[in-house]
């Protein structure tokens, strides 16, 4: 199987994962909003952006020792591959059983009054707990579907992540729509979690039985060779928290539920144009690992160029066309235009794009476990980010956040690069000719979207459809030109005719 068709499996499950996000997030958001209304949805919305950080517990193990055993499994070293697999296993489940005995503590604690819920703190408490105890059992779940990557059959866990997803959604919104309360809701999700691990378990034993996990070995020398450069990973994870659940608390404190809503539906509404652009990203993540780990640079470096172009010609075209349907989107989706205003949908459009490139930029030196200043960058940017919110929602409100976030991904995306440069600096051929062309692209975009935004967001929906595409339609056109795809499209054509040959 070559590296292109392995590529397009794990991006063809990526884009089935895209669907069921989708599916949550058009799904959940209407239902909670229906049945519980606005405060209670913040609340929930609150209540699970406390327990996220427990997902950082893993220390990075689930990544570091992944791509790890992948080599050793690529190299055919079966019998320090099965060491360190039940090593590993062994000291996530320690961490994981301790971690649900601490949380215990959340019955002890006025967290009702920290949050300024309406909950009870019996109601608050008991969910939080069920909550944390979904997280924890999401980081076993993500080890075992991880396992997959080693066989290069990454489309395989991804599509059991994607049954967990649809299955948590589906079952979460048939709660809700019966109007149950939080902890019964919360204990559902438990439930999926346990049954998820138990089939994918069933699946690696039927397919894969000789990395089937055991957890009879133990290297206690290895814990800290796992633990070291696994922590680092750990610190990415970490900083998800500290820039995608901690200004949930930040504003559901300082500003109250409403602000906690409006923000979130319009992260999630450019999240999910994201979600859309990173799943080639995604998708690349266990070949590049696999040619990192043989040293095979001509071919990485093909991966590198021709995917950031590729990539790069989509962000605009996507977070624009969505910038200016935005207005649309809300009054059929929710029926809630008043959460809509032109300047913070347009720093948000701003903001996804910075990340959508980081994305890219990222997945290189999270792929090849060149991750160390990687991660230092990330989380100690988002320290300063939560440090700097506070105040700044207190002067400015959600938009105070917003020019505090985009501040710190525009310091990442910089910094990011500049790895990328370090990683490929010995082939001589890594150039920032594309990134100079995407910031200057994606400003002016920004600047005539916005005022075209500023006038059509009144409009009627057919009308805002219309000019959303033309939008998305101009950006396309010139991003083709500046990012040169008529080689990138050549080269596929070229590849379809040969295959067609060799077919005949």
Not at 180 to 189: E, I, N
Not at 226 to 250: A, K, R
């Amino acid at each position: 199987m070559g590296i292109l068709t392995r590529i397009l499996k794990v991006m063809a499950a990526l884009m089935t994962s895209n669907v069921v996000n989708l599916i949550t997030k058009l799904l959940l958001p209407p239902v909670f909003l229906y049945r519980y209304g606005t405060t209670l949805y913040g609340e929930w919305i609150a209540l699970s952006g406390a327990v996220a950080y427990l997902s950082t517990l893993n220390f990075g193990i689930q990544t570091y020792v992944t791509q790890d055993l992948t080599v050793r499994y690529q190299r055919h070293e079966l019998g320090r591959y099965h060491l360190q697999q039940s090593t590993s296993l062994r000291v996530l489940l320690g961490i994981l059983g301790s971690a649900a005995v601490v949380c215990l503590v959340v019955f002890a604690l006025p967290v009702q009054h920290w949050l300024r819920l309406t909950l009870s703190q019996q109601v608050t408490s008991l969910t939080l707990y069920l909550l944390a105890l979904q997280v924890l059992l999401g980081v076993l779940f993500g080890y075992f579907t991880g396992m997959f990557i080693i066989l290069s059959r990454a489309h395989t866990g991804v599509l059991w992540v994607n049954g967990l997803r649809l299955a948590m959604v589906l079952f979460t919104s048939a709660g809700a729509w019966m109007r149950w309360s939080f902890p019964t809701l919360a204990g559902l999700q438990v439930t999926v979690y346990v049954l998820g691990i138990l089939l994918v378990l069933l699946h690696i034993r039927g397919v894969a039985p000789e990395i089937f996990p055991k957890i009879g070995l133990f290297d206690r020398n290895a814990v800290r060779a796992i633990l070291g450069p696994s922590s680092y990973f750990g610190l990415i994870s970490m900083s998800t928290f500290l820039s995608y659940e901690v200004p949930v608390l930040i504003l559901q404190r300082e500003a109250g539920p409403f602000v906690v809503v409006a923000f979130t539906v319009m992260r999630t509404i450019f999240s999910m144009c994201r979600q859309m652009l990173n799943a080639p990203t995604q998708a690349m993540g266990a070949e590049i690992t696999r040619l990192f780990g043989r040293q095979e640079w001509r071919e990485l470096t093909a991966v590198y160029t021709y995917s950031e172009r590729l990539i790069f010609s989509a962000i605009p075209t996507v977070n624009l066309g969505v910038l200016v349907v935005s207005p649309m989107l809300l009054t059929i989706w929710l029926h809630k235009p008043n959460l809509f205003a032109v300047f913070p949908y347009a720093m948000m459009a701003a903001i996804s794009m910075i990340l959508s490139a980081k994305e890219h930029k990222f997945q290189f030196q999270f792929s090849t476990n060149t991750h160390e200043k990687l991660a230092r960058i990330m989380f100690f940017s988002y320290v300063a980010l939560t440090i700097l919110a506070v105040p700044m929602v207190q002067w400015l409100g959600e938009i105070g956040f917003l020019y505090a976030w985009f501040a710190v991904e525009l310091f990442q995306i910089f910094r990011i690069i500049g790895l990328n440069q370090e990683l490929f600096a010995h082939t001589g051929e890594h150039r920032l000719i594309y990134v100079y062309r995407l910031i200057a692209l994606c400003g002016i975009g920004l600047l005539i979207s916005g005022g075209i935004l500023s006038r059509t967001y009144q409009y009627a929906y057919r009308w805002q459809l219309v000019v959303g595409f033309g939008v998305s339609f101009a950006t396309a056109a010139a991003a083709f030109f500046l990012f040169d795809m008529r080689i990138i499209v050549k080269k596929l054509f070229e590849r379809m005719r040969v295959r067609q040959l060799r077919a005949e």
